[in-house]
Nanobody, 116 residues
Framework: QVQLVESGGGLVHPGGSLRLSCAAS????????MSWYRQAPGKERELVAS????????NYADSVKGRFTISRDNAKNTVYLQMNSLKPEDTAVYYC?????????WGQGTEVTVSS
């Protein structure tokens, strides 16, 4: 069955870095757009970054541009989110999403807390 398993979350100080991973299985990873979303307590889920199926194009929310980098390794069926210069407002549960046409899949999320 389809699985998206996020990892790499944790507690980090402001200004620190984390690298999230999302390992996919059960579908053809290389044909899907992959995205990272996040949901902070009491807020709606928001798009953070996305990357096209072959990795040729990326886009980012304004709030993370210049700090976060999305990448993918189709040989490993994995998408990454490198997060640098983290701020307290980046605290959220981060989810990966696989999309192809009208079909999509969500992971279960990994929690990121930025606090001193």
């Amino acid at each position: 069955q389809v699985q998206l398993v996020e990892s790499g979350g944790g507690l980090v100080h402001p200004g620190g870095s984390l690298r999230l991973s999302c390992a996919a299985s059960g579908f053809t990873f290389s044909t899907h757009v992959m995205s990272w979303y996040r949901q902070a307590p009491g807020k709606e889920r928001e798009l953070v970054a996305s990357i096209t199926s072959m990795g040729g194009n990326t886009n980012y929310a304004d709030s993370v541009k210049g700090r976060f980098t999305i990448s993918r390794d189709n040989a490993k069926n994995t998408v990454y989110l490198q997060m640098n210069s983290l701020k307290p407002e980046d605290t959220a549960v981060y989810y990966c999403k696989a999309i192809r046409g009208p079909r999509y899949y969500w992971g279960q999320g990994t929690e990121v807390t930025v606090s001193s």
